[in-house]
């Protein structure tokens, strides 16, 4: 293990069986000792999906002869016909909600992309584009540029579009090491949570979050919260995958930002989660008898924090108040807004990066031709 790496041992396996694991320095936001020998990590957050969608507005204007509607109708040709059948192995029909032609381009070392083209909703934007950038090289952007210029028959560039394109959903994730999703307490007012299994006997471990209807206590099923919660180690393992560090429980707090602000702006997203207390329910010493404060524990995270301890006795929840355990004090939270001095280090990753120098750059200095021709 070097010097550039912090050394995690495994705290739910007693006695430990399972070597150290080594986490990079550099990807560590906070290390939490939650007990005298459970260590929990938290990594600093990185963009696990982005979603952006353009339709060459301050772009075809620099074409002489181009008009946008014949443009896009031409281009939507093209991608039919690829969806159909295309020489490219690397680029394959898929579907893409909200559009006629959805196109799927692999980018090599798991980096996938998908093209969504011609809107079904008249006032949507002609392309949108979606991919992880965590997963981006150098060499994956540069096959994501070639492979529209397949798709569009190579009058605009991809980068000279991005200028013009939109954020229409970035998705953080925020990870916790040696944490399981049953000991992490997730807190918000007016805001219910939805505990989901994949499988009877568990299988990936989810929490979904829905807001609360307008004067009504009931959660709107079509109105999700802006966080999910899930076990990435058992989601990698789902499908096949190795977990990325071996058998420490891998908890995801993934904050969706649904936003439609220009790209060049991504790094002004403020925090998505102010209101929201992500507390560890692990400590040292429980303020009631250990055997009751599993019992709570274990209320809480089904009921709620305020339901659980209405439901204790009367010393218990003297005991507890003394103690000060609501979710915005005893139990500390772990995820607040300190978490976003790192995001600049998110959006300064080396896609991110490259992506963003494109989006502020001159459209005129990026395109090949000024003219256009049949």
Known sequence: MSANQIKIADAYTFPSNSPAIGVEKERV??????????????LKPVIDKLRLTFSGKGV?????GLQAEAYWSDVHSLAYGLAKECDDPNITSCQVDGYFTGLRVDLGGGAVA????????????AVRLEFNPSKLTETSIQRLQDAWENIEGGNIPLA????????????????????????????????????????????????????VKKNSPF??????????????????ESFGAEPE????????????IDKNSPLKNLPKTKFPANEWVFSRIIV???????????????????????????????????????????????FKNLVDKSIWTHW???????????????????????????????
């Open 219 to 236: 959660a709107d099923p079509k109105k999700r919260a802006c966080v999910m919660v899930y076990d990435k180690k058992a989601e990698r």
């Open 114 to 125: 998908t093209f969504g083209i011609k809107p079904k909703r008249q006032k949507g934007a």
């Open 245 to 256: 560090f071996g058998q420490l429980a891998h908890t995801r707090i993934e904050l969706q």
């Open 344 to 374: 600049p280090g998110a959006v300064g990753s080396p896609a991110v990066a490259s992506l963003l120098k494109l989006a502020s750059s001159e459209p005129t200095a990026l395109l090949k031709t000024k003219i256009f021709v049949l």
């Open 60 to 64: 075809i204007g620099h074409i002489d």
């Open 284 to 330: 040292n010493a429980p303020p009631i008898c250990p055997t009751r404060w599993l019992h709570f524990l274990d209320s809480a995270r089904f009921r709620g924090f305020v339901a659980a301890e209405n439901m204790l006795d009367a010393s218990d929840k003297a005991a507890l108040d003394e103690a000060g355990a609501e979710p915005t004090s005893h």
């Open 160 to 211: 000279a579009h991005l200028t013009s394109a939109n954020v229409t959903r970035c998705d953080v994730a925020i990870d916790l090491l040696n944490l399981k999703l049953a000991d992490l307490f997730v807190y918000c007012p007016d805001v219910w949570k939805v505990w989901m299994c994949s499988t009877m006997e568990g299988g990936v471990q989810t929490l979904n979050f829905y807001k």
């Open 29 to 42: 936001a906070k290390v939490i000792q939650a007990t005298n020998t459970h260590k929990i990590v938290l």
